[in-house]
């Protein structure tokens, strides 16, 4: 079991530039989210999704648009970056149980 | 209004002593509550979840909740250095299953 794997680890893009983050879980899990976290400021829901097919909007969605591929990979795509969304993302994924949780090991966004 | 508050420290005790973490939330509605450990450069990790109101011990660690007073706490005993960590609360509320997260309380065990 690989659990939550992101890609990529670390990345640098230039305002306006574009770019998606792939996320996937090998758990069979329903339930997957997207967070950012910049300091002091804790995790912040961007996106979920509650099942294949479906995709919600969390508390800071702006800027952001999200694919549920399939039950394993969820993705994260910035259409024109702006120096705003430098943070690091973190994917995660909820199983049956609420105390299933996982988080991927994050991507390190930089956006000058 | 922030929703989850935590107090962000920094918060050092020695080791071998008893590290206290605090959490209160705002909407007396939530359900589920949750203790993550996130090291430096790391990912958070579950370490405690609790869903009725009194104790829940772990090892070393206990989570309290008193839904009355909206205030949720994290000790851990016998404090150890690699438990120097940030501790952030999380809290769900209805029926969603999204969590609210606090803004994490460092905790710096002395050695």
């Known amino acids: 079991n690989a659990g939550v794997t992101q890609t990529p680890k670390f990345q640098v893009l230039k305002t306006g530039q574009s770019m998606t983050l792939q996320c996937a879980q090998d758990m069979n899990h329903n339930s997957m989210y997207w967070y950012r976290q910049d300091p002091g400021m804790g995790l912040r829901l961007i996106y979920y999704?509650?099942?294949?097919?479906?995709?919600d909007k969390g508390e800071v969605p702006n800027g952001y648009n999200v694919s549920r591929l399939n039950k394993r990979e969820f993705s994260l795509r910035l259409e024109s970056a702006a120096p705003s969304q430098t943070s690091v993302y973190f994917c995660?994924?909820?199983?049956?149980?609420?105390?299933?949780?996982?988080f991927g090991p994050g991507t390190r966004l930089t956006v000058l | 209004q922030k929703e989850v508050e935590q107090n962000s420290g920094p918060l050092s005790v020695p080791e071998g002593a008893i590290a206290s973490l605090n959490c209160t939330y705002s909407?007396?509605?939530?359900?589920?509550f949750f203790w993550y450990r996130q090291y430096s450069g790391k990912s958070p990790e579950l370490i405690m979840s609790i869903y009725s109101n009194g104790d829940k011990e772990d090892g070393r660690f206990t989570a309290q909740l008193n839904k009355a007073s909206q205030y949720v706490s994290l000790l851990i005993r016998d404090s150890q250095p690699s438990d120097s960590a940030t501790y952030l609360c999380a809290v769900r509320s209805g029926s969603a299953r999204q969590l609210t997260f606090g803004s994490g309380t460092q905790l710096t065990v002395l050695p």
């Open positions: 999704s509650a099942s294949e097919g479906t995709t």
């Open positions: 909407d007396r509605g939530s359900q589920s």
């Open positions: 995660a994924s909820i199983g049956t149980s609420l105390d299933e949780q996982f």
